[in-house]
């Protein structure tokens, strides 16, 4: 069965079809390739006529790309295709035939496996200061294990600082971090259960939980439960004497005109035995008409603290707000403001609680963009930010502008051109940079930059200005594995620097 992708967001790719009675959630949808179909996109709501679906690693997909849905295939009908190759493309044939060989298998507990390896380096060349970093990062999404109901996921950087041997250095030189490792059982088409280390996309906020994590849909209601562990606050590894739970409900909406997501949640977190923090949380996610897109979360905390007199006090630690609107393919408007306090964990700071509250500061951002197209190879665009405090203090602007030229004639490129301004009570800085892109065929691309940095602080009338000069380029070998290569050279008043960066990513 044929469907379209009618338009993505950050989260979701929407595909269109006449008609998703025979599609279930869990299911997976294919990219028509040049000569076979690609496993690309998983079902996890859908109308009538719409599925909301998340893309899986190593792919990619635009709007209007067309998706198919492989359906369950009768003997006869699988004869039928293969004795009138004519009238029926090559793809459609090679889709039927290999759904026939598992049909046997539900096909929402279909294997799809994919991975990222990344392995990087991060030099920076200066007149008796060389530093030197090696970066690894793993990306492994694992749906349907063996055609299980089992799958997993993790997320894993690790890194390390060389220091010449000549220098004394004390602090730590290598960092291991595990953002997500986890695995998920499906019970049954509405209810799953992860154990491990994982973000709840619903409960964002609370970030990554050691421990369990249990969702259940009811049509388009859902609800979870949360119980663990936080990660350690110093060094983000396991403490079992930072326990939490919790607990959230929500509503799912997909429509032709209306996709939202609502989530309202409660946790509770501890130090040791006594509360450490208490809030509660919402997130809203909305869709209207394709075009225009809000999103919005809060943080109310309940819990104070002060003296060993515990009581509940409502303060509004976390407010966030954004809006997108396109106007047609030329334009596209966006707007986001958030309000921020420092959160208090009364076991953890127990001893400086007073003064946190006494200086209860929200600190506060408005953003306003505009990108416009008036060409196919033509678009430009804008921002502007403000920072401040209800203190009125540490108060900060920021501009910033592009142009982008692509598909030039003659170069046989595209050429991009930046401007970022930025004033604070402490230094005011301009940047100018332009930068310019080369495709050699579809393996080989090339990139050159130039950045100016003009730094004027506010004290001492000290001025700074610093060029920047850079080269690139990345190959992709094949499918699998792609290179990527970068050198700049830093010329400052002071001295000089050469920074060089190299990355290989392997796919599975």
């Given amino acids: ?18 008609n998703t009675a025979e599609i279930e959630i869990g299911d997976t949808l294919y990219l028509s390739g040049r000569n076979d179909l690609r496993p690309c996109l998983v079902v996890h709501h859908k109308s009538k006529t719409s599925c909301a679906t998340a893309i899986q690693e190593g792919c990619s997909t635009k709007k209007d790309a067309i998706i198919f849905h492989k359906g369950k295939v009768e003997q006869n009908a699988d004869t039928k295709f293969q004795t009138d190759t004519n009238k029926v493309s090559p793809v459609l044939i090679t889709a039927q035939a290999d759904t026939t060989k598992k049909e046997k298998l ?5 294997e799809n496996l994919s991975a990222r390896l990344m392995v990087a380096t991060y030099s920076t060349l200066a007149e008796n200061n060389n530093r030197h970093r090696v970066a690894y990062r793993l990306n492994m999404n694992a749906l349907n294990i063996k055609n299980s109901k089992f799958s997993a996921e993790a997320y894993i950087n690790y890194w390390k600082n060389y220091i010449p041997k000549d220098k004394t250095y004390e602090q730590q030189t290598s960092f291991l971090r595990i953002y997500s490792f986890a695995v ?11 154990i491990g280390r994982k973000i709840n996309q619903k409960f964002s906020s609370i970030a990554a939980v050691d421990g369990v994590q249990i969702e259940k849909y009811i049509g388009k209601n859902y609800a979870g439960a949360i119980a663990g562990f936080r990660p350690d606050i110093f060094n983000f590894g396991f403490n079992a004497n930072l326990m939490q739970y919790g607990a959230y409900i929500g509503r799912s909406t ?9 989530t309202l949640g409660f946790i509770e977190q501890h130090n040791h035995r006594p509360v450490d923090r208490r809030y509660a949380y ?12 809000l999103f919005s979360s809060a943080e109310v905390d309940l819990f104070n603290q002060i003296n060993g007199i515990s009581f509940t006090n409502f303060r509004l630690t976390n407010l966030y707000t954004s809006l997108n609107y396109r106007i047609g393919k030329a334009v596209n408007f966006g707007f986001s403001y958030d309000s921020r306090k420092q959160i208090i964990f009364y076991e953890t700071f127990k001893t400086d609680v007073e003064q946190m509250l006494d200086d209860d500061i929200a600190r506060q951002g408005a953003r306003a963009r505009i990108s416009i197209r008036p060409m196919k190879n033509i678009s430009l665009g804008g921002s502007y930010s403000i920072r401040f405090q209800s203190s009125s203090q540490n108060q900060s602007t920021n501009i910033n502008s592009f142009l982008s030229i692509s598909r030039i004639p003659v170069i046989n490129g595209s050429i991009s051109i930046n401007y970022n301004k930025n004033n604070s009570s402490y230094l005011q800085s301009n940047i100018y940079a332009i930068q310019y892109y080369r495709d050699f065929g579809y393996k080989l691309g090339f990139e050159s930059y130039w950045r100016s940095v003009n730094y004027n602080y506010a004290q001492g009338e000290r001025k700074s200005v610093i060029q920047y000069y850079g080269a690139g380029f990345s190959y992709k070998f094949n499918k699998k594995y792609n290179l990527s290569f970068l050198a700049e050279l830093t010329d400052q008043p002071v001295d000089q620097s050469i920074r060089i960066n190299t990355r290989i990513n392997r796919r599975f």
Avoid: C, R
């Fill in 106 to 110: 539900p096909l929402k507990n279909q």
């Fill in 1 to 18: 069965m044929q469907g379209k992708v009618s338009f993505i967001t950050s989260k979701n790719v929407y595909v269109k079809f006449d």
């Fill in 282 to 293: 919402f997130q809203n996610s909305m869709t209207i008409y394709q075009n225009l897109n």
């Fill in 184 to 194: 998920k059982y499906a019970l049954n088409e509405s209810t799953t259960i992860d």
């Fill in 254 to 262: 997909i429509s032709d005109k209306l996709h939202t997501e609502t």
